[in-house]
């Protein structure tokens, strides 16, 4: 008895329990329908969710929680069928409060059976509004990022999945590399690459790193569905789900062609002002010696002509003659110096390409020896071009002695030239190709870069002063061209000279002669040395000489004694320079003639052909010509060298 007592005490106590802990519940309505749908009894979550008391709702049929269109169609009664069917219903929608406002419900309704017997329905019903929203919130993200990534044009976003296969695409991947969706999902993403890539295993190298790492970035070119290549910028990362399982990658590629072309364009960019600001450092740098340096030959020059004239042993005559030889290699070499700096003063005329390539070829056989053969292929009919006579042959010159020391066991060496039309560009026009090309031993790609330097060279120490290519490089530029080189280890090199076409007829040049000298030059000369020079020069071309050593002298004595010709060097001490000089006295004495004299200067350059200008150091035949130019004399008598 006493046992039974305490079973039914125990039982009353569970019960008890557990109707205290489903009546405090407050998250969750908690309550009984019978089997018709009424309500039975009422927990206090039930009133804090859905408003009524227990003694308004105990005995009101459970539709009352149901919208009016959810009642009308039939739901309450539906979930009741459901749950005794199946024994449970589950769903979520909205639900009704008290006050008439509406809620986002999760419901469960459970059959209750007693002895087998359905005898009713639990329901259990909780506000999931918040987390709707938040659902609702993560889904309009969700498709809007969608549709964002869908949507890009500048970017190709798609995913692959761990194999590397396409599983989703977008516009920006159709721009760009060309595939419709349909064309391109379910294929592996290394059509792609390049067909070298592919060989070279780099699309499952890429997913490889992507995975290890967790990153995988790259440039390089990349394949459209036509062929054609284009730059890329490529960003693969890998995706893995909550647990840290790889599902994927996250693939974004862009079309960086032009800015790379861009990039490329600026680094030209760069590279030509560097070019530039080397040359115009080199520039400063030699024509701040020229001057100078042929100032002393003009010197070394004027001596050396009087040594042979009062010499009587022939050793010292043929020592004289070693120093001219000497004294005009140390000219040439500067011009070639001035040349690459473009601060060369040149005398361009219309040359006829033919002969002046025909005009060097018995040089070139004698530099050439005999175990080089000389080709040259010049047809008639090629345009004449607007040059320096004595840098254009310098320039054939040198070409053939560089091709010569590149064939030690001799070869062939052929020039040709042709007539070409540029069709577009910044050099859109029509040229002259002058192509020098040997069967030589080739020049290495980390040297190419580098034969246009000046004093750059290969050859060893005392074999080349490193100005030979550089002449070419600044006469061809100089006169409005550009040079090219191509070469190839163990099969020769070719360089290509290519001048703009000049108007008008190429004739033959006037023989230079000398001519007997009358009257009194005036000559302008600051440096006595080269006075000295000069004065014996004159004298030998029989004119009478008197010096002075700046403008302001020169102009004093043009006014009180007669002159008939003005000899002045270009750069002098005082206010007025020789350029100054000459201008004045072309306004105040126009009948006195005047011709200029410099070894560099930037005065002479702007001179242009207002006055006659001589190169220092100059020859004898060469003073001649210039003074008989510019006095508009009479060459018919030549008469040779003078004895005086």
């Not at 001596?303 to 000497?326: C, G």
């Not at 030998?540 to 050593?549: D, Q, S, T």
Request: charged share 25%; proline share 4%; net charge negative.
């Amino acid at each position: 008895m006493t046992e039974n007592n305490n079973a039914e005490r125990n039982l009353f106590e569970s019960e008890r329990a557990f109707r205290l802990l489903v009546q405090g519940v407050t998250d969750y309505a908690i309550y009984l329908l019978d089997l018709n749908g009424i309500v039975s009894n009422w927990n206090a979550g039930a009133e804090t969710i859905k408003g009524y008391g227990a003694d308004e709702i105990v005995g009101q049929h459970f539709s009352v929680f149901y919208p009016p269109e959810d009642r009308e169609a039939g739901l309450p009664a539906a979930a009741l069928e459901a749950a005794r069917r199946n024994n449970r219903f589950e769903a979520e929608g909205w639900r009704m409060r008290k006050d008439g406002t509406r809620f986002f419900a999760s419901v469960v309704i459970d059959a209750i059976y007693e002895n087998d017997v359905l005898v009713g329905f639990a329901k259990i019903t909780r506000d999931i509004t918040e987390r709707m929203r938040a659902r609702s919130a993560l889904n309009e993200s969700e498709s809007h990022f969608r549709l964002l990534v869908e949507n890009v044009t500048d970017y190709a976003l798609y995913m692959l999945d761990p194999e590397g296969r396409v599983t989703s695409w977008n516009l920006g991947g159709q721009r760009i590399k060309g595939y419709l969706p349909e064309e391109i999902i379910g294929q592996h993403f290394s059509r792609f690459y390049t067909p070298g890539d592919r060989d070279a295993g780099k699309p499952a190298r890429a997913l490889e790193i992507a995975r290890e790492k967790g990153r995988y970035e790259e440039e390089g070119l990349r394949v459209r569905k036509d062929g054609s290549f284009f730059w890329a910028s490529v960003v693969i990362d890998p995706v893995r789900n909550n647990a840290g399982e790889l599902i994927g990658f996250a693939k974004i590629t862009r079309d960086i062609t032009e800015r790379r072309q861009a990039a490329q364009q600026l680094e030209r960019m760069q590279k030509q002002l560097a070019e530039s600001q080397k040359m115009d450092a080199l520039g400063q740098l030699t024509g701040g010696v020229a001057h100078d340096f042929n100032n002393l030959l003009m010197a070394v020059t004027g001596n050396t002509r009087l040594i042979k004239r009062h010499a009587i042993n022939p050793r010292v005559v043929q020592a004289a003659e070693a120093i001219e030889a000497s004294v005009r290699r140390g000219a040439a070499l500067t011009r070639q110096l001035l040349t690459f700096a473009r601060r060369q003063q040149v005398d361009p005329v219309l040359l006829d390409v033919g002969e002046t390539v025909r005009a060097v070829r018995e040089v070139l056989s004698t530099v050439l020896g005999r175990a080089i053969q000389l080709n040259i292929s010049v047809p008639a009919g090629l345009w004449p071009v607007f040059a320096d006579q004595t840098e254009l042959e310098t320039a054939i010159i040198n070409l053939g002695i560089n091709a010569r020391d590149a064939m030690p066991d001799g070869g062939t060496l052929t020039i040709e030239a042709e007539n070409c039309f540029v069709a577009d560009g910044d050099d859109k026009g029509e040229y002259v190709n002058i192509k020098v090309i040997d069967t030589g031993t080739g020049i290495p790609d980390d040297v190419i870069a580098r034969v246009f330097d000046p004093f750059f060279t290969t050859k060893p120490v005392g074999k080349g002063t490193g100005l030979g290519l550089s002449q070419v490089h600044g006469f061809v530029n100089q006169a409005g061209g550009n040079v090219a080189i191509k070469s190839c280890l163990g099969a020769g090199t070719e360089i290509a000279i290519r001048l703009p076409r000049g108007e008008g007829h190429a004739g033959a040049h006037e023989a230079e002669v000398l001519a007997e000298g009358a009257g009194t030059v005036l000559l302008v000369e600051d440096n006595p040395d080269v006075a000295t020079s000069s004065t014996l020069l004159l004298e030998e071309l029989g004119y009478r000489v008197k010096w002075v050593a700046d403008a302001d002298s020169a102009l004093r004595e043009v006014e009180h004694n007669g002159i008939d010709i003005v000899f002045s060097d270009v750069v002098m001490p005082g206010k007025m320079d020789g350029l100054g000089l000459a201008r004045q006295l072309k306004r105040s004495h126009p009948h006195i003639p005047v011709v200029l004299a410099t070894g560099y200067s930037d005065a002479s350059r702007k001179s242009g052909s207002e006055f006659s200008l001589l190169r220092k150091p100059y020859e004898l035949h060469e003073l001649s010509n210039a003074l008989e130019t510019a006095r508009g004399g009479s060459i018919d008598n030549p008469i040779g060298l003078s004895s005086k």
